[in-house]
C-alpha cells in the first residue's frame, strides 16, 4: 500500500508546523487530516495506516509532529513509538487513543517512554466531536510551531527575549512571602501537556518523611486520572489515588482530581479538612482545572500552603496563584528549559509571583527544604 500524501485544499504560504497522521481506520485519518489543514501553518506532509509505514515516511519527510494512534495491524503505536523517537529524537508524538481503561493505561505509559502528549478519541466517532479537534489542533500547534519545539530555526521574537529577560529577572529578584514564612500544611501542584512525566519525577524525589497531604490538578479526561493515581502510587511509594467527594484529607497522600470535575477542599467546623467535587463550568477551557482548586485552598489554608506549577498550556493557575500569595502562600514555578510547555508555569513566572523558578529536577528538592520544615 503506498503512503498517502495530502494537498491542502487552498494555497499556503511555507508550513510552520509538518505532521504525519497513522491510524489504520481511513475514515480517522481523513477527519484528523481535514481538521488540521484547515488550520493556517499545519501541513499534514503523510497520513498512514499503521507503524511500518510510519517509520518509513519519518525517514522520507521532513515532520515536527507525529499524531499516533495506538491501536494498529503490523506494528502498533506502543512498538512504533520508540523506533519513531530513535530515529528522530527531536520529534513531538501525540498519542491518540479511545478513552477505554486499556487505552488509558497505555496512554500514560507512552508519555513515560516519551511521547509528548495525548488526545482521547471520543466515544461518538470523530465526525462531530467539535471538542476533540479543537484539542488535536491546540496540542499540534503547541508542539510543532510553540515551546514544544526542539529546534531553534530562527532568532528569538522580541516577544521572546521579553519572557526571557522577565524570567530571568524574577529569578534574581523573586517574591517573598509577605508575612513570616510558615511550614506548609499542604502541597498542591497544577499541571497540564507534560504533566505526568513532572509529575513522576517531582514526587519520586521527595521524603518518605514528608506528612502534608498532596493535591493534583492535572488537566486530563475522565478515565485517565484514575490510572494517573496508580501511576503515581508506583513511582512515588505514596499512596495516591482519585479524590471522591467528602474524603478527609490524611497525611502523606496524593488526591488528583477526577477528570471532569473540579477539586476543592472545605474546612469542617469540627476540624479537619474535606475534598469537595464541584461539577461546575470549565474553567479556561478546563475541567478539572488548577484555579479552583487554588482559590479554595488559598482560602482554607492561608500562609500555610505551597503550591507548585509544573509545565502545561495556557494559563490554568495563574488567578489561583494570585490568590495565595495575597493570603501568603508560597509559589514555585518549574522553568523553561525543563518544560514541554512553557505556559502555565511561564504565566506565573512572568507575572512576578513565585518565590522561585526551578528546573524540574530541583523542584522536589525544594517541596523538602519547605515542606520539611526549614521553611527558607
Not at 488535536?136 to 503547541?142: A, G, H, I, M, Q
Request: charged share 25%; aromatic share 2%.
Amino acid at each position: 500500500m503506498a503512503i498517502q500524501l495530502s494537498k491542502s485544499s487552498k494555497e499556503r504560504r511555507e508550513p510552520s508546523c509538518r505532521v504525519m497522521v497513522v491510524d489504520d481506520s481511513a475514515v480517522a485519518r481523513g477527519i484528523v487530516t481535514r481538521t488540521l489543514e484547515e488550520e493556517d501553518g499545519i501541513k499534514v506532509v503523510a497520513s498512514v495506516p499503521n507503524g511500518l509505514m510510519a517509520l518509513k515516511a519519518a525517514g522520507n519527510h521532513e515532520i515536527d509532529v507525529v499524531v499516533l494512534d495506538i491501536e494498529m495491524p503490523e506494528l502498533d503505536g506502543l512498538a512504533a513509538l520508540p523506533r519513531l523517537l530513535e530515529l528522530k529524537p527531536d520529534l513531538k508524538v501525540i498519542m491518540v487513543s479511545s478513552a477505554s481503561q486499556r487505552d488509558a493505561d497505555i496512554s500514560l505509559k507512552t508519555m513515560a517512554m516519551g511521547a509528548a502528549d495525548y488526545v482521547a478519541k471520543p466515544k461518538a466517532g470523530l465526525g462531530g466531536a467539535e471538542s476533540f479537534r479543537a484539542e488535536l489542533v491546540s496540542k499540534v500547534r503547541e508542539h510543532g510551531t510553540g515551546a514544544g519545539k526542539a529546534a531553534v530555526r530562527h532568532p528569538p521574537s522580541p516577544r521572546q527575549n521579553a519572557a526571557s529577560a522577565r524570567e530571568e529577572e524574577v529569578a534574581r529578584n523573586p517574591a517573598r512571602p509577605n508575612r513570616a514564612p510558615s511550614k506548609p500544611d499542604v502541597i498542591a501542584i497544577g499541571s497540564s501537556t507534560g504533566g505526568p512525566q513532572a509529575l513522576a519525577e517531582v514526587l519520586r524525589d521527595l521524603d518518605p518523611a514528608l506528612t502534608q497531604p498532596i493535591l493534583v490538578t492535572q488537566h486530563m479526561p475522565a478515565t485517565f486520572t484514575g490510572f494517573l493515581a496508580e501511576h503515581m502510587t508506583r513511582y512515588s511509594g505514596r499512596s495516591a489515588t482519585e479524590a471522591r467527594d467528602g474524603e478527609v484529607l490524611e497525611p502523606g497522600r496524593i488526591y488528583i482530581a477526577p477528570g471532569g470535575k473540579h477539586m476543592l477542599v472545605e474546612r469542617r467546623a469540627a476540624g479537619g479538612t474535606i475534598i469537595r467535587l464541584d461539577d461546575g463550568p470549565p474553567e479556561n477551557s478546563c475541567k478539572p482545572a488548577v484555579d479552583p482548586m487554588l482559590r479554595s485552598l488559598a482560602k482554607a489554608f492561608q500562609d500555610r500552603l505551597l503550591v507548585v506549577i509544573l509545565t502545561g498550556m495556557g494559563s490554568d493557575g495563574l488567578k489561583g496563584c494570585e490568590a495565595v500569595q495575597k493570603e501568603g502562600g508560597r509559589i514555585f514555578a518549574q522553568d523553561r528549559e525543563s518544560s514541554v510547555v512553557w505556559g502555565m508555569p511561564g504565566a506565573v513566572a512572568q507575572a512576578g509571583i513565585c518565590e522561585e523558578i526551578l528546573p524540574l529536577r530541583k523542584i522536589g528538592p525544594a517541596i523538602i527544604r519547605i515542606a520539611g520544615g526549614e521553611g527558607k
